[in-house]
């Protein structure tokens, strides 16, 4: 992983990486691929963002009887989605961690005002103390995002405990992070080269969920 | 591999480059095939081989064909045989090469269509009449073995084999030996005694010289393994810093310290050790996965297009097909993981296990896809501890075809000196360890040593639940 800006991670580019990327935005791929390859994409951001959790030392005793010094994982951890997209990042989250809790936000465009509008929210009752790792695969102008911190901050978790986790990022969206939330570690794939008028990242893998979901 | 180039002490000499080949020749009815086998009994190694130089019979044309069912056809005299085959044959197995032989069948006399593969001998034993009769084949033996049975034994030998086990009729086995056998044995069998090392009179039944030369058989052989084990000491003797370029430790990271506390804990649950196992595997899969080779455009240089309508840079493409092999046991632990990361992957076997006296390693079994000097390889093993498994199966790649630098070996638990032995047998070999310690394998089992865990092989029995 790379650190490109103070609590802005991103994972390490390699060619492997650059593959899997070329992968899911070629407009050809078939669904089937294009779920393995950001499921592979998403289970390298989850690995990531689990590594910004604490650890405490902690000794234990090895098969040939030996001490070794080693160390244990600390906090609890969540999970929390922004339906629809997010849901597709759950499995990966549970692949490395088998019996997370799953909070779910819905955050939908009102067709009127064209903002971000707050739907449904279910989170784990004591999510003020766990470490939040927030699920979206694409962060584009980061309207959504910010609304889901919001919800979270309003139930009492500290910015410095939400870890954001997403595939792709664009450049404004980054930038609303590094001005609105400082504390929160965002953790992505790549970061594009810019929004359309539609606000779609460019180049993009197109709608994300709607290629995971196929509607 | 151009082995002159590299340093001597750089080399790695597997047994079954130069077997031991044991030539032993007789007349026809003299106990070769007796002597033969009870020499296979005694050494008692499954990488042994008994290669008949029956084998190797010309195929007959229609004409010939014709008189052999008459007992017409003279297949005791050197020319019925193909030795130049046999001589190609044999170097190449002398060279430890992967080594076809033709198979005769007596019933249609030609060539079947099968063929006997053999690789990965450490021992030949090769009978027949004219074992010792070409001296460019001789040079190759070892050992060579002259079987001198009286010349009336082996007739009434032949006529009770041929007669009870053949059901030929006795008028065809006269003729033919009148004809053929008796002349050629004394012609050109009998003055091949010259060349041997070691005379048996009456074959089998003299158990004085059986035990002389199973003996000495014991003794060489003894001598080759303990040759082959002190080049794999001599190899991790080497002086040569670990050359980072080609072996990558995973960067520590919070989520791989505490997974390597739990599947260390000898307290964790089965469930757990497999869990993080994979956990653990995917890792390291994905870490060597950056070190195969990929390009930049598609073979047809056909752009790639996004949904956006935008063509995409900064493209990348896996170059030729992944295959995958483990050393059985403890490289299985990770074919879950790899499953579920290229699902189609052909995956080739190998069994290695070490002698338990001695450590020196065997190979047993290996079942390998086609490979060749193309293919990405990436070949598993849970621990490297003394190297000397994972020296023997990356020989064996390179013997089935593939390059040296495209092979990557993926391992969790390393020793320093393991890996050194590996990388100094074939420096090109990209390694990839999820941890490397510092404890020395000739301390085995020592318990006040910080890293006795790394000595000993613990992953796969805890993965496989039969700790």
């Known amino acids: ?215 | 591999m151009p082995d002159s180039l590299s340093a001597q002490a750089t080399q790695y000499i597997p047994p079954w480059k130069s077997p031991y080949i044991i030539g032993i020749a007789g007349f026809s009815g003299s106990g070769k095939t007796t002597v033969a086998q009870k020499i296979l009994q005694e050494i008692n190694e499954p990488w042994t081989v008994l290669m008949s130089m029956d084998n190797f019979y010309r195929p007959l044309t229609a004409e010939q064909r014709e008189k052999a069912f008459e007992n017409e056809f003279d297949f005791d005299k050197p020319d019925a045989l193909d030795l130049d085959l046999m001589c190609e044959c044999i170097k190449s197995l002398k060279e430890g090469k992967k080594t076809e032989i033709p198979v005769y069948s007596f019933a249609s006399h030609s060539r079947t269509n099968q063929k006997i593969t053999i690789y990965g001998v450490n021992v030949i034993i090769l009978e027949g009449l004219y074992t010792l009769y070409n001296p460019d084949l001789a040079k190759f033996m070892d050992c060579k073995v002259y079987v001198d049975t009286d010349l009336d034994i082996c007739y009434s030998r032949r006529l009770l084999r041929d007669i009870v086990e053949r059901g030929r009729d006795l008028e065809g086995i006269i003729k033919q030996w009148d004809k053929f056998v008796k002349p050629n044995s004394v012609r050109y069998v009998k003055p091949t005694m010259q060349s041997a090392d070691i005379i048996i009179p009456r074959g089998t039944d003299n158990k004085i010289a059986m035990d002389l030369l199973i003996e000495h058989i014991h003794r060489q052989l003894a001598a080759k393994s303990a040759e082959h084990l002190l080049q794999l000491k001599a190899l991790g003797k080497v002086e040569k810093p670990i050359d980072y370029n080609k072996v990558h430790v995973l960067p520590s990271t919070n989520q791989l310290e505490g997974m390597k506390t739990i599947l260390l804990d000898r307290d964790t649950p089965y469930d757990s050790f497999i869990f993080y196992f994979n956990r653990v595997a995917s890792i390291l899969i994905s870490h060597a996965l950056d070190f195969i080779e990929y390009v930049p455009s598609r073979a047809d240089n056909r752009p790639v297009i996004s949904p956006t309508g935008l063509i995409v840079k900064d493209t990348m493409f896996i170059k030729d097909e992944i295959i995958a092999v483990d050393i059985i046991r403890a490289g299985d632990c990770f074919i879950p993981s790899l499953k579920k990361m290229i699902p189609g992957v052909k995956v080739g076997k190998l069994l290695i296990q070490s002698d338990s006296r001695t450590g020196e390693p065997h190979l047993h079994t290996e079942k390998l896809p086609a490979l060749n000097t193309d293919c990405n390889l990436l070949l598993f093993d849970a621990q490297v501890i003394s190297g000397a498994a994972a020296t023997m199966a990356i020989k064996v790649l390179l013997d089935y075809g593939v390059s040296e630098e495209r092979v990557v070996m993926c391992t969790y638990l390393a020793t320093e000196a393991g890996v050194k032995r590996i990388s100094n047998a074939f420096p090109k070999v990209t390694i990839v360890v999820g941890s490397l310690g510092t404890s020395d394998p000739s301390r085995k089992g020592v318990d006040h040593d910080m890293d006795s865990w790394m000595a000993n092989r613990f992953i796969d029995a805890r993965y496989f639940g039969t700790d």
């Open chain 1, 1 to 215: 992983m790379t650190e490109v800006a103070k609590n802005i991670i991103q994972l390490r580019l390699t060619n492997q990486l650059r593959c899997l990327y070329t992968i899911i935005r070629d407009e050809n791929t078939k669904r089937a691929d294009f779920v393995f390859y950001s499921d592979r994409i998403i289970r390298l951001l989850v690995e990531e963002g689990l590594n910004q959790l604490p650890t405490k030392p902690k000794n234990v005793v090895t098969p040939t009887g030996a001490t070794f010094h080693g160390y244990e994982f600390e906090g609890k951890i969540c999970g929390v989605s922004i339906i629809r997209a997010g849901e597709s990042m759950e499995q990966g989250l549970r692949d490395c961690c088998r019996s997370v809790r799953l909070g779910k936000i819905l955050i939908q465009r009102d067709e009127e005002t064209a903002m971000p509008k707050l739907f449904y929210v279910k989170l784990p009752s004591d999510i003020s103390k766990r470490y939040v790792l927030l699920l979206d695969p694409l962060l584009a102008t980061g309207g959504s995002a910010s609304m889901a911190i919001e919800v979270l901050k309003q139930k009492g978790v500290p910015d410095e405990r939400i870890i954001f986790l997403n595939v792709l990022a664009s450049p404004e969206g980054i930038k609303v992070f590094q001005e609105k939330y400082p504390k929160i570690k965002v953790i992505t794939g790549m970061i594009d080269d810019g929004l359309n008028e539609h606000k779609y990242v460019l180049p993009g893998v197109g709608d994300f969920g709607d290629r995971y979901y196929c509607v």
